[in-house]
């Protein structure tokens, strides 16, 4: 069967290799492409990103000439999420070849107003206790001073880019069909989650897991296979019909 890159983005504080474990779940024909973020891992002399536009901007920097020859999906978690979103509305503005499908995880749809705590402005203890609340991050981060000092700026620079980013209102939607995974125990409200309904014109499947923000984490198995059973189903697709062209 004809490979699938799979292009994953992290959550804040992040690097590529919270994927790690997905290459031995994912199909054989599923490529594990998760994306390093400037300023982290292999990237770490780089320099942070301003805002989620500079991001989706290397980001697509990254994966264009890729995107153009190989069919693809993008997963992103949280604000990861966003970025995915934002960069599927550049792929698609730039009129470069569509994903065959987007897969955004822990994000509230953010044509829907929502109030948020301004995390990257809090002193360290009250930062350390909210985001030790969130889960995700283990709490050794915050307990040795060499790896705070290394791993702080990256983490309320990723916060800082969330806070700042602004849904700009067009009349456009996304061309591709979306599947959103959630928590059921997330800070978020069903208006908050169906809201991404809006942003697409294909279908928008949105399925809700046991578990907070991070259910990611400890439901891996299950959101693999939702990727897996999905993109078999496209791969599917293709294949029928490059059959039906070859008759």
């Known amino acids: 069967m004809n490979k699938i890159n799979l292009?994953?983005?992290?959550?804040?504080?992040?690097?590529?290799?919270?994927y790690s474990s997905w290459k031995n779940l994912l199909m054989p024909n599923v490529v594990l492409k998760p994306?390093?973020?400037s300023g982290r891992g292999k990237r770490f002399d780089e320099s942070l990103y301003d805002s989620i536009d500079e991001a989706v901007d290397d980001v697509l920097s990254i994966i264009r000439?890729?995107?153009s020859k190989t069919p693809y999906a993008l997963f992103g978690h949280s604000m990861g999420g966003i970025m995915v979103y934002e960069l599927a509305k550049r792929i698609q503005q730039e009129k470069?070849?569509?994903?065959?499908?987007?897969f955004i995880?822990?994000?509230?749809?953010?044509?829907?107003?929502?109030e948020r705590k301004v995390f990257s402005q809090m002193p360290i203890d009250e930062f350390r206790k909210e985001v030790l609340n969130l889960g995700g991050t283990p709490k050794e981060f915050f307990e040795h001073p060499e790896l705070l000092e290394l791993f702080l700026p990256i983490l309320k620079n990723d916060f800082r880019l969330v806070e700042t980013y602004r849904f700009i209102e067009k009349?456009?939607?996304?061309e591709t069909n979306l599947i959103i995974l959630l928590g059921k125990d997330d800070d978020l409200t069903k208006q908050e989650g169906d809201g991404w309904t809006?942003?697409?014109?294909?279908?928008?499947?949105?399925?809700?897991?046991?578990?907070?923000?991070?259910?990611?984490?400890?439901?891996?198995?299950?959101?693999?296979?939702?990727?897996?059973k999905n993109l078999n189903n496209k791969q599917r697709r293709i294949l029928q019909k490059e059959l039906v062209l070859e008759q």
């Open 7 to 18: 292009y994953c983005l992290p959550y804040a504080g992040g690097s590529a290799a919270i």
């Open 35 to 37: 994306i390093e973020l």
């Open 65 to 67: 000439d890729e995107i």
């Open 96 to 102: 470069l070849p569509l994903p065959l499908q987007i």
């Open 105 to 114: 995880s822990g994000k509230s749809a953010p044509n829907i107003p929502k």
């Open 171 to 174: 009349n456009e939607v996304l």
């Open 198 to 228: 809006m942003l697409t014109n294909r279908e928008c499947y949105i399925q809700y897991f046991d578990g907070g923000h991070f259910f990611l984490n400890e439901k891996t198995e299950e959101v693999v296979t939702i990727i897996n």
